[in-house]
């Protein structure tokens, strides 16, 4: 039997991409466990998705450091703990230092509710309404120390409608987003991830 892939999840709201990520575990040709679901935020939804699925969770606050360092240096300590392979982010809304970054090389993905390098941070659905795009979509990436910027490892588009509203449209892209970041976790764990420069190759 494949040794399963063990995942680890960093979170700060809903987790809606981590329940997604739960519900794949569930099939056993989806050889992945996730190790550790770690919020910043204490009252998160996304941890009590990770208590019914009986996955360890932690909090580690960013209000109760005084630097980055240290914050970021609490969440590897958990990290290194649970001796994840892989890190993904999942609605994670604190931007990663190069000592988060480096200590999980080319093992760190996010997903990203357009299809970068267009409309990166926040809100990126209301700035590809404003702009009047007529495809969105959904990226999911390795995390660099930029914000959004990383290598693209999937991409999927969305159309927006005419009449779509903020609301309509990220409910449009969130059903992508749940399939992609899955698809995504699954080529890294079949090995058929290859970093070349910015490129993501398939292989
Ligand atoms: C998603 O839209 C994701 O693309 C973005 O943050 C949101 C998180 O949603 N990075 P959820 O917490 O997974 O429901």
């Keep these: 039997m494949q040794k399963k892939t063990r995942v680890g999840v960093l979170v700060s709201d809903r987790g809606t991409n981590l329940q997604s990520i739960i519900n794949a575990c569930r099939d056993k040709s989806f050889p992945v466990q996730i190790a550790i679901v770690i919020s910043n935020v204490s009252s998160a939804y996304a941890l009590k998705r990770a208590k019914v699925a009986g996955i360890p969770t932690a909090v580690v606050d960013h209000n109760k450091f005084a630097s980055r360092s240290g914050f970021e240096g609490a969440i590897i300590q958990h990290l290194k703990k649970a001796k994840i392979d892989l890190l993904c982010l999942a609605g994670f809304m604190r931007v990663l ?80 987003e749940h399939k992609l970041y899955v698809d995504a976790v699954r080529l890294f764990v079949d090995g058929k991830l290859k970093v070349e420069g910015r490129r993501v190759l398939h292989v």
């Design 97 to 176: 230092s190069p000592k988060l970054v480096g200590a999980f090389k080319n093992k760190i993905m996010n997903i990203h509710p357009a299809l970068l390098p267009s409309f990166p941070g926040l809100h990126a659905q209301r700035q590809a309404l404003e702009h009047g795009v007529k495809v969105s979509g959904v990226t999911v990436h390795f995390v660099d120390e930029g914000t959004d910027t990383g290598p693209i490892i999937l991409q999927h588009p969305v159309p927006v409608m005419d009449d779509d509203t903020e609301e309509a449209l990220s409910k449009r892209i969130l059903k992508w």
